[in-house]
């Protein structure tokens, strides 16, 4: 049997969280997910993702499953996920985050990186209690320019929810058999950028100041921003040319929304 017939192991994850009053009840652990918490003797509580695997292909299996409960809580990752070349089926990513009982949580994972002829399906859920608050933010990024790399293709499924009280207040979704450049350069889609970003914000703690946020949001040759607001929600968009300039737009926001504290360190790890 040569290379090319051999069937390449797949890699696999499962990890389970429940932090109740600031306290860790409950850590499970299987394949290349892991998690830290790392103490910056700070009053923000931080939670490190790890992918041992160092990126995912095609057939990959993941799966998170984190529940807070009267906890202020900055969910980041160690480090970009890369979303490498692979054919056949597609990745399977599956995050689940619940937030109970008056709890604030800062979904900031580092940014998800496509190769030319990545394979992934992500479906993110966000199950909030009505007097919970969440800020999230996620970024991807189309190739690596400052490696030169240029996407031409691949396929990328991604959904969104967020729910209150077991009711859908917000959906976002990503949904094409096959990205080619030609439709992601045009007017419509990135416009010849290779860099977006959605933060959203919801629940009334977090939406205190927001009357000055025009003044914050980053407009110029190299990025391009701005934001809705109804019903305690907002959803600010940001599109740039590389992840260097969206990443400077969106600590500007972060900052912003920040209660007054630095940017959780995890974020600039």
């Known amino acids: 049997m040569n290379i090319s017939q051999k069937k390449l192991e797949k890699s696999k994850g499962?990890?389970?969280?429940?932090?109740?009053?600031?306290?860790?009840?409950?850590?499970?652990q299987q394949g290349s997910l892991k998690a830290l918490m790392p103490d910056f003797h700070e009053n923000l509580k931080q939670l490190m993702l790890i992918n041992t695997a160092g990126g995912i292909t095609?057939?990959?299996?993941?799966?998170?499953?984190?529940?807070?409960?009267k906890t202020k809580l900055c969910i980041s990752t160690q480090a970009a996920?890369?979303?490498?070349?692979?054919?056949g089926s597609p990745a399977n990513l599956?995050?689940?985050?619940?937030?109970?009982?008056?709890?604030?949580?800062?979904?900031?994972?580092?940014?998800?990186?496509l190769f030319n002829n990545c394979n992934l399906k992500r479906k993110i859920n966000f199950n909030l209690s009505k007097d919970s608050n969440l800020l999230l933010c996620e970024n991807i990024i189309f190739g690596?320019?400052?490696?030169?790399?240029?996407?031409?293709?691949?396929?990328?499924s991604d959904f969104w929810n967020i729910n209150i009280d077991?009711?859908?207040?917000?959906?976002?979704a990503i949904n094409t058999n096959f990205f080619e450049k030609k439709y992601l350069n045009s007017f419509s889609t990135l416009n010849n950028n290779?860099?977006?970003?959605?933060?959203?914000?919801?629940?009334?703690?977090?939406?205190?100041?927001v009357n000055n946020l025009s003044e914050t949001l980053t407009n110029n040759e190299n990025t391009t921003s701005n934001y809705s607001h109804w019903d305690n929600k907002l959803i600010v968009r940001l599109l740039s040319k590389d992840s260097y300039n969206l990443k400077f737009a969106i600590d500007k926001i972060l900052s912003y929304f920040s209660e007054g504290s630095k940017i959780p360190r995890i974020w600039n790890i």
Request: no cysteine.
């Open 144 to 156: 690596r320019t400052s490696m030169k790399e240029v996407f031409e293709k691949g396929y990328f």
């Open 81 to 87: 996920e890369k979303i490498y070349s692979g054919f």
């Open 194 to 209: 290779s860099a977006i970003a959605t933060i959203i914000i919801v629940g009334k703690k977090f939406l205190n100041n």
């Open 166 to 172: 077991n009711k859908l207040i917000h959906t976002e």
């Open 14 to 28: 499962r990890l389970e969280i429940k932090i109740k009053d600031q306290n860790l009840q409950k850590l499970y």
């Open 94 to 113: 599956e995050i689940n985050l619940n937030l109970l009982n008056n709890s604030s949580l800062f979904w900031l994972p580092k940014e998800l990186i």
């Open 58 to 69: 095609s057939g990959d299996e993941y799966k998170y499953d984190i529940e807070i409960e």
